[in-house]
């Protein structure tokens, strides 16, 4: 992805369609739904990189209750515009989560083939607990039969960027959530 300048990097963002207000409103729902899972043992936040590295960084500080904070990052392969169901862990956790509720911390769901294989992957290692936490759900695009614990906002079909999330890496520093101009 190349521009010729910021008004052309600036066109391709059709509309805000979440703001940072709405945003955080529903950040301080999601840190409460957190803190209600507290029960005295350990609690794993874990983060799939890179879309959700901001949606983590301003969750976690809604949390009131002691808790610790993982990266994961996988690489998920795609067929056209939806990803395969191959997904290729590239950076793991340093942790053994047998003792912890772990939340996976996600930007979007979308055909849910990467968040399902991740499931799987961690389900294995047979932690306490497994939930997962979504910024954002595409349920009209569901592939796999999957839901969220909690999703913050339920969005149409749109491809959408901000927030953490991107269009060939760029985007990502948006500190709302756009639609793409295609
Ligand atoms: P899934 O396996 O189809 O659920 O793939 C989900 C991944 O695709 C997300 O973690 C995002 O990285 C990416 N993705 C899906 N929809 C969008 C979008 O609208 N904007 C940006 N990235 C998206
Ligand atoms: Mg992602």
């Known amino acids: 992805m190349k521009f010729d300048s910021t008004e052309q990097w600036k066109s391709k963002v059709k509309r805000v369609i979440i703001s940072q207000e709405e945003i955080r409103a529903r950040l301080k729902d999601a ?20 879309g959700a590295f901001v949606f983590m960084a301003d969750l976690c500080r809604e949390v009131t209750v002691p808790c610790e904070i993982e990266f994961m990052a996988a690489k ?15 950076m793991d956790l340093k942790h053994d989560i047998s003792d912890y ?13 990467t ?9 294995v290692r047979e932690p306490r607990s497994l ?4 910024l954002l759900d595409k349920p009209d695009r569901r592939v796999v039969e999957l839901n969220a614990d909690l999703s913050l906002f339920t969005i149409p079909d749109y491809f959408v960027i901000g927030y953490g999330l ?11 959530i756009a639609e793409f101009e295609e």
């Open 31 to 50: 840190g409460a739904y957190i803190d209600s899972i507290y029960d005295g043992s350990p609690i794993l936040l874990v983060s799939i990189l890179k």
């Open 76 to 90: 998920s392969y795609f067929e056209g515009t939806q990803s395969s169901g191959h997904v290729e862990i590239t």
């Open 101 to 113: 509720h772990v939340i996976i911390v996600e930007d979007i769901i979308d055909t849910g083939r």
């Open 115 to 123: 968040l399902n294989e991740i499931l799987k992957i961690l389900r």
């Open 131 to 134: 939930r997962v936490i979504t």
């Open 166 to 176: 991107d269009y060939g890496e760029f985007y990502r520093n948006l500190p709302y």
